[in-house]
């Protein structure tokens, strides 16, 4: 039992240490802004680093706990952001506003995200093998180009969808239009703050970290360790990697409300839901390790302050990112190096021996 | 006679996706990997006849030639420095290196040639043919697309079946460690699979440019993906397969395009890669593979 | 209670592309019984287990276990739950977990709660969790394995591999045990460890074992009864000491 209570130990250590930090951090961060001594462009980016540590984290759950390869997390944050956005957005409309509607909005952004995993999902993670991959790239792609397609509108009928143009919609003249098309959804209501975004991440991070040490985290876990042998003694492959699947989508749809409610306007870009950002997200789970939720936070906010902050790099930050994914996937998964590393482990262990073993001659 | 024109076109751009697949299909049934970059080795080779065509005025046969030996070389210098390190490790690193390693042709075209669209003159010179009193036209690329995909299916089957080379490929395909033991050179394999699979993506990257006469860093990147599409629905791993899934996709595309709408094709061409996952996994020529344990 | 059988299987055949990979084959263990299958290599012997475990479905026949409950065309999963469960020829554990998780997670079926609860740490959570704790390690310490309870389950010796293996596949509770070849890589100390584990657990958690092996001495030490199988037909079916004895046995495993 000893061994056992010094690992609980050492795993509570880690998740206080991951929840410590974040707190830490935050209130650094209150405490200058307090003072005025945060430049603009730091402020302006306190909202994203809670967005992408929530999207790195949720990634690291599908990635890293379960061992699945979704390219797709930029869609469900697409779904997230733009199904909560139309109802504040129209309860704007309606004059009715209200920090309350902020919690409302972000439910209704998880819930749909969590749909859509499900729906994607089922057919998906019944097969073995890189499909995942694929549908969930191709899912990404297909929600932004029907979100660039759609119009929505509001009157007294009720809701108006057309997928031509604003006048096909028919609205009444009391009517409402939410989403132009590519245009997107203007007008968001901003309630999305640091203290709000905080709040999530240590909501989502205490969710991952619990779900981890429990029963259905550990199936997760034996799933991707071995498929089989995790069968042989009952688990079921879709049933556990569905949760993780769905878990992480919904994530990634807060993540999506946290956004969407942070800027005036809400479009749907390649550079903001597309692949490129869930490529983004990948980096930032690769680089702060996989399966290691502290470390994806720490990549998450490094990886978006470094080329706000140097500039130059902008052009290029994604042959860098890149090259990082490459080199990081040789260095830490190819089987020789690992031959290597185990090799220098060993021989810094017999080193360490001899120097002690000196010592005690003396 | 309008739906024959779309039929016709749409058989054209599955062709291309044939040949794109064809790289995919036999990158994927040999080295057991999903070899995301082989788009982007595509949009390279587009790139590299786009400068000899259009910026150093050369034949457009050599030039089609010279972009399918770079792309042949590129493919291979991929596999030596990412993937084969990665042999052994597990599926989800090596997938990871492979988008690494499509982002990073992406990035490096986007430096190089920059994110302007470069129009693309099509190599084909020849007038377009005229059928049905000129109700039903068919342009010059379409002919040349489809002829080429029928001849380079033709070949690649020969060459499979009827040489060493090929059949070394087919058994490192099923059993990698006993090609190993029966003293087939499994690296020399693979590598030879890439250097194949990569010459065919330099000719669907000029003949894609040729219908489609835009070229930018991300143009290989849909069709590359599509074309994987095309790859599981014929069966991944099934040449045959891989060419009907490639005209199915086509087909499909153009019809969902002239017929539904434009912007949608995409989603819809996705949905087929969605149903037939959920109805026959192993694709339409696909085997049902028993996984030993 | 020693003439209950346990374990039924009645004409069970399966063709993979015309090759009867196992042809006819009938079997029948009693409970509490210690029984081998052996056979040369490719006889069909790991097939049959996974016939057993419903990671193949077989082309024809019935595997009935305890007498009620039919098998054949379950799935894994379901099979484990009704009371087989079984180890690996090829070593298969959840590497990169510790070697008590590796435990624990087989005794999730017996320690069920939701997802939710396990989220918000509802007592029903720690209450599990600890009786998890509690007979993971109890396990582990029949096995000699308590020791390493906290090391990376890859990190282990090989025979301690094998060992875990076994806890694991006793920790789902199962009425009938399958080894795919225990032994295999393991000197002789080990195997005489492994001989004697393999009867302590036999005894102690009243398990019917069936078992695969390559090793004569550890068939002829600890199996009641055997059935030889060659090119996935049953060659000798019987008492251990008459089968090793039969002439067509002899054949098939020394050459003439």
């Known amino acids: 039992m000893d061994l056992l209570k010094k690992r609980q130990l050492k795993k509570f250590r880690y998740n206080l240490s991951t929840y410590l930090m974040i707190i830490i951090a935050y209130a650094i961060i209150m405490l200058l802004s307090f003072q005025g001594k945060i430049s603009s462009l730091l402020n302006g980016l306190l909202v994203p680093f809670c967005t992408y540590s929530i999207l790195a984290v949720s990634l690291n759950l599908v990635v890293g706990i379960s061992g699945e390869l979704s390219l797709g997390h930029a869609g469900f944050m697409c779904i997230g952001a733009f199904s909560s956005a139309i109802f504040t957005r129209y309860m704007k409309f309606l004059g009715v506003e209200g920090l309350y509607l902020f919690v409302i909005a972000i439910i209704i952004g998880a819930v749909s995200a969590a749909v859509f995993g499900l729906l994607i999902g089922i057919p998906v993670l019944r097969l073995k093998g890189d499909y995942l991959a694929i549908v969930t790239l191709a899912f990404g792609e297909i929600i932004k180009n029907i979100v660039n397609a759609i119009y929505l509108g509001f009157d007294e009928h009720g809701a108006h969808i057309s997928l031509k143009n604003a006048m096909d919609l028919g609205l009444s003249d009391k009517g409402f239009i939410v989403i132009k098309g590519a245009q997107g959804i203007?007008?968001?209501?901003?309630?999305?703050?640091?203290?709000?975004?905080?709040?999530?991440?240590?909501i989502v991070v205490t969710i991952i970290l619990n779900l981890i040490n429990s029963r259905t985290g550990r199936n997760i876990k034996a799933l991707r360790d071995n498929r089989i042998a995790a069968e042989s003694v009952g688990i079921s492959a879709m049933k556990?990697?569905?949760?993780?699947?769905?878990?992480?989508?919904?994530?990634?749809?807060?993540?999506?409300?946290?956004?969407?409610?942070n800027l005036t306007t809400l479009t749907a870009l390649p550079k903001n839901f597309g692949y490129n950002m869930s490529i983004t997200i990948l980096v930032f789970v690769v680089l702060g390790g996989m399966g290691k939720i502290r470390g994806s936070i720490i990549a998450a906010v490094i990886l978006t302050l470094l080329p706000e902050m140097l500039r130059s790099l902008q052009d290029y930050r994604m042959l860098i990112y890149s090259i990082v994914l490459i080199c990081v996937m040789i260095f830490t998964s190819a089987p020789s190096m690992k031959q290597y590393i185990e090799v220098a482990k060993s021989k810094l262990k017999h080193i360490r021996k001899s120097f002690s073993k000196s010592k005690e001659g003396i | 006679m309008d739906f024959l024109t779309y039929l016709v076109s749409g058989l054209s751009l599955g062709s291309i996706y044939a040949i794109i697949a064809l790289g995919y299909t036999m990158v994927y049934g040999i080295a057991k990997m999903l070899n995301f970059a082989h788009g982007d080795v595509l949009m390279i080779g587009a790139y590299i006849s786009f400068?000899?065509?259009?910026?150093?005025?050369?034949?457009?046969?050599?030039?089609?030639l010279l972009a399918c030996i770079s792309c042949t070389i590129i493919g291979i210098v991929i596999e030596r420095i990412a993937y084969k390190p990665l042999r052994g490790a597990n599926s989800l690193s090596v997938l990871i290196t492979a988008i690494g390693v499509s982002y990073f042709l992406q990035n490096i075209a986007l430096l190089i040639f920059g994110a302007n669209t470069k129009s693309y003159k099509s190599i084909v010179s020849l007038p377009p043919l005229h059928l049905f009193d000129g109700n039903l036209n068919i342009s010059s690329e379409s002919i040349v697309t489809i002829l080429l995909c029928i001849i380079i299916m033709i070949a690649l089957t020969t060459f499979i079946n009827k040489t060493k080379m090929g059949q070394a490929m087919l058994a490192v395909s099923e059993d990698r460690s006993?090609?190993?033991?029966?003293?087939?050179?499994?690296?020399?394999?693979?590598?030879m699979t890439f250097a194949i699979g990569s010459f065919l993506a330099g000719i669907a990257g000029v003949l894609l440019c040729s219908a489609y006469p835009t070229l930018t860093p991300t143009t290989g990147a849909m069709p590359g993906i599509k074309a994987f599409v095309a790859a599981v629905i014929g069966g991944i791993g099934s040449i045959p397969g891989a060419f009907i899934g490639g005209l199915i996709l086509g087909v499909l595309e153009n019809l969902s395009k002239a017929y539904i709408s434009a912007q949608l094709s995409d989603a819809i061409v996705f949905s087929l890669l969605i149903i037939m996952l959920l109805v026959k996994p192993s694709g339409i020529l696909g085997k049902t593979s028993i996984e030993k344990v | 209670m020693k003439d209950n059988i346990m374990l039924s299987v009645k004409n069970l055949s399966i063709t993979f592309g015309g090759l009867h990979a196992v042809e006819n084959f009938n079997l029948d263990i009693r409970e509490n019984e210690l029984y081998g299958l052996i056979g040369p290599n490719g006889a069909g012997k790991t097939t049959i287990f996974n016939l057993l475990t419903g990671v193949y479905k077989p082309t024809t026949g019935s595997i009935t276990l305890n007498g009620v409950n039919k098998i054949e065309g379950k799935n894994t999963i379901e099979i484990n739950k009704m009371g087989i469960a079984r180890t690996f020829q090829n070593i298969r554990l959840f590497n990169q977990l510790t070697v008590h998780d590796n435990v624990k997670i087989a005794l999730q079926n017996k320690y069920r709660y939701s997802t939710i609860s396990g989220i918000l740490r509802l007592t029903r959570y720690r209450r599990y969790e600890a009786l998890m704790d509690e007979e993971a390690l109890a396990l582990l310490k029949v096995f000699n394995l308590e020791n390493e309870a906290t090391m990376k389950s890859s990190n282990l010796p090989y025979g301690k591999q094998r060992k875990l293996e076994i806890a694991r596949a006793i920790a789902t509770n199962p009425k009938v045990l399958l080894l795919d070849e225990p032994a295999a890589g393991m000197n002789e100390n080990e195997t005489k460890e492994l001989m004697n584990t393999i009867k302590l657990v036999k005894d102690k958690f009243n398990m019917t074992i069936l078992l695969i092996e390559h090793d004569m001495k550890l068939v002829k030490?600890?199996?009641?009864?055997?059935?030889?199988?060659?090119?996935g037909k049953v060659l000798a079916q019987g008492p251990t000491d008459e089968v090793l004895k039969n002439k067509e046995v002899i054949k098939a495993y020394l050459g003439e």
């Open chain 1, 186 to 202: 203007t007008g968001t209501p901003h309630y999305s703050s640091f203290t709000a975004g905080v709040i999530l991440l240590l």
């Open chain 1, 240 to 261: 556990y990697k569905l949760i993780a699947f769905i878990i992480a989508s919904s994530m990634a749809g807060v993540a999506g409300v946290l956004y969407a409610h």
């Open chain 2, 51 to 64: 400068v000899f065509i259009n910026q150093l005025g050369l034949d457009p046969i050599l030039s089609l």
């Open chain 2, 178 to 191: 006993a090609s190993t033991l029966m003293g087939i050179n499994v690296n020399g394999t693979i590598a």
């Open chain 3, 221 to 231: 030490g600890i199996c009641e009864e055997l059935t030889v199988l060659n090119f």
